[in-house]
């Protein structure tokens, strides 16, 4: 089940700048990002700003691919950007830590990136029980 | 101003995002003690429920989830007309509770600087504060009232805290409103572009489309409505104002305005141009804006925790949500549910049935022959019957999807299946609706409210009927059994009549596929929606919320559908009953009949010979009938109608039990019995070889010796049977779902088409075949 995406970005993410701005879609599992920018019709990105999915918004990637599951604030989201609507991202430096190192069938995101992990973006994750 | 309230009942309305405990906080409100309707002409569960705290008494409405006060949909601006009194017929709301998550205060604070901008009383019920605590999360509640300027509660919904210190909140309010200010939290240009609309719209008159039916009691002498003179600093008026402005959709105008949107049209653009000019970028700015508020309110009074671990959901999400695993335990959790469905409600259906049976008989033995019987047995009864045996698994399959509902599983479906759903143009939010299709479309169709797009909703709905539900299965189970030679293959592994069994379901979802796909290219066609569903955390079901849903849905069921059907039955049995001539019966029946009666009566009760008459009789009492049936209306419209019929491969009496069939698939069982002059015993039908079925096989074309059934024939039947809405029940739910006549005429004309081309289809190439080898 290896996504072309997921290979691609997965294991030539090191040499990517960690300012370069990608789509949603493209993120690997783990990865906090901020949001840059939403496109598309009015209405639909105005339900999705409404939802919190704006451009500052810290969100982490629970589940990669289209459609995929954001974490934000303490919350979680299925996404689908098609065609029409694009939410760009920038990736935040930090280990791409894995969220459910307990589930199964679930690999643990190998390539933790050299820069330290990052304190001055709030962490979007919903805290622990 | 105090209110004189000890005559009356103060309205409080439940509003919040949804899965943030609304329902459970209005069970624990008001108790059992609730009503569910809709709001006229849309399809918003209108859920209402009445409490009585410190002498005064409260009506309780609990909205629809809300993530925002931005209509985009009828059922959206049905919730914001109750909250504004613009809903005819409902009572205006005195108090606002808005119920808000505390594991997610952000998102949740977005609706409610929507609603402090309404100058309605409101308190905030912060809830899940457990949840909260144990994701380290600390709020000073006390604090976020002081910048709110409203009362925060803090509750635990589903333990009951909290519950008491709410209603006390309520009774104050009640007993001494404050002068409330409306909050603005969009600049002043924002305001000001509003005022000018307003102006615009009061000169030409077009005002009083916003006003409220009657103005909200608490809030008279306030601001809200009652000075008709200034409207335009009326906190209500400049609400909609405001969402015309933001709305890009031009939904709004046309909703509230109908012909005259256009007109309305020019003046928002007009206003909304100039709103640009000062830099206010539409609708954008709003979000920006009150997420800024947001984040100052938040400010010192939330208090996040540094680190965060993995909580359950996610662990279990991390299993549920994955592409093979998930998409595995989806597979089984669908599978368990339809066995149970059928498996459950198996010999309740059985039991209803024979109790119908029973009282059938028993009225046909107690009451002497005639239109009045004949109506009791043949017309309520079995109308009746068809409604009931409906019900065992209606209730299951509601309990079941009330339960996957309640515990958070429904939103992961929705999101496995987003995959597959978006390549035919749909989103996953369309699954739940298409699968609980295949036990019966009338709920499937009810579950299409979920669906936030106009577009989607009308085209799954418009598709759900197509899936196989289970009162195509008797229809299947007799002709299969029937005509299907029982042939096994691999040794035994695969049957012939299975294979038969699972291309008719195929069928029915190749045909769906199709037709969803040309729907959205053609009569749907634009853009399909982008997908976005929040997956709740995962929690116990509560039995009370899964009941309580379940129940309800059956009572809407029975009162919607219910009704419907029993109603067409008896139209459809007095087409096949009248004229009830004597005189078109062929004499000699009628003398042998009268023969037989004098003759069995001379024998004692037990003698051989007068059970032969007896049998004799019978026999011709059911002939009787079919003479009947056949100068009936309904008999006289099939004979005449059966060139139609012919290149089916069918004759007049297959054409009129499948018209007669038209409130209820499987009536269509019964009728054939009847046709083809036999007991009408339908349990008996079911079940292996019988009488029925030989005389089925047996059965020949009126007036030749050429057998009438064959291969084709039965596979034409099947497969008309497979694309046809040939259900009133589904066809009324449309009408209700869709407010309109136009969409199940639609469903009925297309389904129908396709029925007929694909049974003649299927008949003449498997003549042909039949033929030719």
Not at chain 2, 114 to 125: C, D, M, R
Not at chain 2, 253 to 265: D, F, N, Y
Not at chain 2, 676 to 705: C, I, K, M, Y
Request: charged share 20%; with cysteine; hydrophobic share 45%.
């Amino acid at each position: 089940m290896i996504r072309f995406a997921w290979g691609k970005n997965g294991f030539w993410r090191e040499e990517r700048p960690s300012s370069q701005v990608v789509r949603l879609e493209e993120l690997p599992a783990g990865e906090r990002a901020q949001i840059v920018s939403l496109s598309g019709p009015e209405d639909v990105v105005h339900r999705l700003e409404e939802l919190g999915l704006r451009p500052g918004t810290v969100i982490r990637v629970f589940r990669p691919g289209n459609p995929c599951i954001v974490c934000l604030g303490g919350s979680k989201l299925g996404v689908r950007a098609d065609g029409h609507v694009q939410i760009l991202v920038s990736p935040l430096p930090g280990p791409p830590r894995c969220r459910h190192r307990h589930g199964w069938g679930w690999r643990r995101a190998a390539i933790v990136s050299p820069t330290a992990p990052g304190k001055d973006v709030p962490d979007p994750l919903p805290p622990a029980n | 101003m105090a209110v004189s309230a000890d005559k009356r009942c103060i309205t409080v309305a439940l509003v919040g995002n949804p899965n943030t405990g609304k329902s459970t906080l209005f069970s624990a409100l008001v108790g059992v003690y609730q009503r569910v309707g809709n709001y006229p002409g849309v399809t918003v569960e209108k859920r209402t429920g009445r409490f009585e705290f410190a002498g005064q008494s409260f009506e309780v409405t609990d909205l629809p989830g809300l993530y925002s006060l931005a209509p985009r949909s009828r059922d959206e601006l049905a919730a914001v007309d109750v909250l504004l009194g613009r809903e005819p017929g409902v009572e205006p709301i005195d108090i606002i509770v808005c119920v808000v998550d505390a594991s997610n205060l952000e998102r949740n604070l977005y609706l409610v600087s929507q609603l402090l901008e309404l100058s309605v009383p409101t308190v905030i019920a912060l809830n899940m504060m457990d949840v909260a605590e144990r994701q380290g999360i600390q709020i000073d509640s006390d604090e976020l009232a002081r910048r709110l300027n409203v009362p925060v509660v803090p509750i635990q919904a589903h333990r009951g805290l909290g519950v008491g210190r709410l209603r006390q909140v309520l009774a104050e309010l009640a007993d001494s409103p404050r002068t409330i200010t409306p909050l603005t939290i969009l600049p002043q240009a924002f305001g000001e572009a509003c005022e000018q609309l307003l102006s615009e719209l009061e000169k030409r008159d077009w005002l009083k489309c916003l006003s409220p039916q009657s103005s909200s009691h608490l809030a008279r002498g306030e601001a809200t409505f009652s000075q008709p003179n200034s409207p335009l600093k009326a906190p209500a008026y400049r609400f909609w104002a405001g969402r015309l402005l933001l709305d890009s959709t031009g939904f709004l105008q046309k909703a509230i305005w109908g012909e005259r949107a256009k007109e309305v049209k020019r003046l928002v653009e007009a206003a909304r141009e100039q709103l640009r000019r000062q830099g206010f970028k539409v609708p954008q700015d709003e979000t920006h804006f009150r997420y800024e508020w947001i984040r100052t309110i938040l400010d010192g009074v939330v208090v996040m925790p540094a680190e965060s671990s993995p909580t359950l959901t996610d662990r279990l999400d991390g299993v549920l949500t994955h592409r093979v695993w998930g998409t595995l335990i989806f597979v089984l959790v669908m599978l368990l549910m339809f066995q149970a469905v059928f498996r459950l409600a198996a010999p309740l259906n059985e039991a209803i049935d024979s109790a119908i049976q029973g009282i059938a008989g028993w009225l046909t033995a107690e009451m002497a022959p005639g239109a009045f019987r004949s109506l009791l047995v043949d017309g309520v009864i079995s109308g009746v019957g068809a409604v009931l045996t409906f019900i065992p698994q209606i209730a299951i399959l509601f309990l079941f999807v009330a339960v996957l509902e309640d515990c958070g599983y429904v939103a992961r479906a929705a999101f496995l299946m987003d995959r597959f759903m978006s390549r035919i143009g749909l989103s996953g939010k369309s699954f739940i609706p298409m699968l609980s299709s295949f036990a019966c479309a009338v709920p499937g169709i009810m579950a299409t409210r979920t669906i936030d797009n106009e577009r989607d909703r009308l085209t799954t709905i418009l598709v759900a009927p197509l899936m196989t539900c289970s009162a195509r299965l008797p229809v299947y189970a007799l002709l299969i059994a029937v005509f299907i030679p029982d042939q096994r293959y691999l040794g035994g592994l695969l049957g012939l009549q299975g294979l038969v069994l699972a291309s008719l379901y195929a069928l029915g979802i190749v045909t769906a596929v199709v037709v969803a796909i040309t729907l959205k290219t053609t009569l749907f066609r634009g853009r399909s929606p982008t997908f976005v569903m929040e997956l709740p955390s995962y929690k116990w079901p509560s039995p009370r919320t899964i009941i309580l849903r379940a129940w309800e849905r059956v009572v809407v069921f029975v009162r919607n559908a219910g009704t419907i059907i029993a109603a067409i039955s008896i139209l459809v049995w007095a087409a096949l009953y009248y004229p009830h001539d004597l005189r078109s019966l062929p004499p000699e029946l009628l003398r042998r009949q009268q023969e037989l009666i004098v003759l069995r009566d001379t024998l004692p009760p037990g003698s051989s010979q007068r059970q032969r008459w007896e049998t004799e009789l019978e026999q011709i009492e059911r002939q009787i009938t079919a003479a009947y049936q056949r100068s009936s209306f309904m008999g006289r419209l099939g004979r005449a109608i059966e060139p139609v019929f012919r290149p089916l491969g069918w004759d007049w009496r297959i054409g009129t039990a499948v018209i007669a069939s038209f409130p209820a698939r499987e009536v269509v069982v019964a009728t054939l019995g009847v046709m083809f002059n036999l007991d009408a015993d339908v349990a008996e039908a079911n079940q292996g070889p019988s009488p029925f079925h030989d005389r089925l096989r047996s059965a020949v074309w009126e007036g030749t010796d050429r057998p009438l059934f064959n291969i084709p024939v039965a596979l034409s039947l099947m497969v008309f049977y497979a694309l046809c809405a040939q259900c009133a029940a589904t066809l009324a739910v449309i009408g209700r779902e869709t407010n309109s006549w136009r969409w199940p005429i639609f469903t009925f004309a297309y389904m129908t088409t396709l029925a007929y081309l694909g049974a003649l289809a299927t008949y003449q190439i498997g003549a042909r075949i039949m033929t030719g080898t």
